[in-house]
């Protein structure tokens, strides 16, 4: 070590004293009233919950559509005995009345949100990204809203 | 594999492709497939009538692939649950997408006789 390094180093050290603090140099990533918050995101969780509803409707609809496909595919003889009469005998009854329409809403809402992330994922022009959008809500809020309707007004005697 | 993309291949790219892919096939069928149970409310013949298409051996191979796309997607939904809230997920996604694939195997040939077994009595005679 040369004298004159010395000499330097102690400059710095008596730059800043008890008396004469060193600026504080904020670290980096620490929020501060300066840093910029994304504009019309303040406070909403909205992709939190969308992605927490995901994984919660998955997991029902797991039961709720193999469930669905037992019946329908595999018992009593498979697809060959659906038909108008098999459809008025189940829902006869509450039960499947509920399943089918909760089934149909996590379905609808599921697949609707999973669609929506594919859209913005891959859609690069702002005007293709809002109309596909556009296009989408109208198709999921009229399957939800029919098949609620067909479920909810089903008459046995129809003829 | 091109400089500069994200996408890593293996298991965890594969997977989450076919996930997205078999999500949007059965969007698409459940669409169609809330419409054609709406004529129930038109007339019972119409309905029937419909219903009876999907009973020709060409659509039963179609179901057999509805089938396939629900069974790996509600499968590796479940994966992709315990990959983000189990503590050790990410450390045996690998595992867990080959068990996926497994447990998917093993009920599609569980499906073949139910599914598939009136079209092939219909092609080839019972």
């Known amino acids: ?32 009233k300066k840093t910029p918050r994304a504009p019309h995101k303040k406070g909403s969780n909205f992709e939190m919950y969308g992605w927490l509803f995901m994984r919660l409707s998955g997991i029902v609809l797991v039961v709720l559509v193999l469930g669905h496909l037992l019946i329908q595919l595999v018992l009593d003889g498979g697809v060959s005995k659906i038909g108008f009469a098999f459809v008025a005998g189940r829902w006869a009854s509450p039960f499947w009345q509920a399943w089918d329409l909760i089934m149909l809403w996590l379905a609808m809402l ?26 989408l809500y109208t198709a999921t809020a009229f399957t939800v809203l029919l098949g609620t309707l067909v479920i909810f007004t089903f008459d046995p005697n129809i003829r | 594999m091109p400089a500069g993309t994200l996408y890593r291949g293996r298991e965890g790219m594969w997977s989450w492709v076919a996930h997205r892919v078999t999500g949007v096939l059965i969007f698409f069928f459940l669409f169609v497939h809330v419409l054609d149970t709406a004529l129930v409310r038109v007339s019972p013949e119409a309905y029937d009538e419909v219903v009876a298409t999907y009973k020709t051996p060409l659509v039963a191979l179609l179901e057999y692939g509805l089938v396939a796309a629900i069974l790996f997607h509600a499968l590796n939904g479940l994966r ?22 497994a447990i998917w195997f093993v009920l599609m040939v569980g499906a073949l006789y139910p599914v598939l077994g009136h079209a092939v009595r219909e092609v080839f005679g019972s």
């Open chain 1, 110 to 135: 599921h697949g609707g949100n999973g669609l929506r992330t594919i859209i913005n994922d891959y859609a690069e022009r702002d005007n293709t990204r809002f109309w596909l959008k556009m296009l």
């Open chain 2, 80 to 101: 992709v649950v315990a990959v983000d809230f189990w503590s050790k997920g990410a450390r045996y996604q690998k595992q867990m997408l080959w068990t996926v694939m």
């Open chain 1, 1 to 32: 070590m040369s004298a004159d390094t010395t000499a330097a180093t102690t400059d710095d050290v008596t730059l800043y004293d008890v008396d004469n603090p060193a600026p504080v140099i904020e670290p980096p990533r620490q929020r501060t």
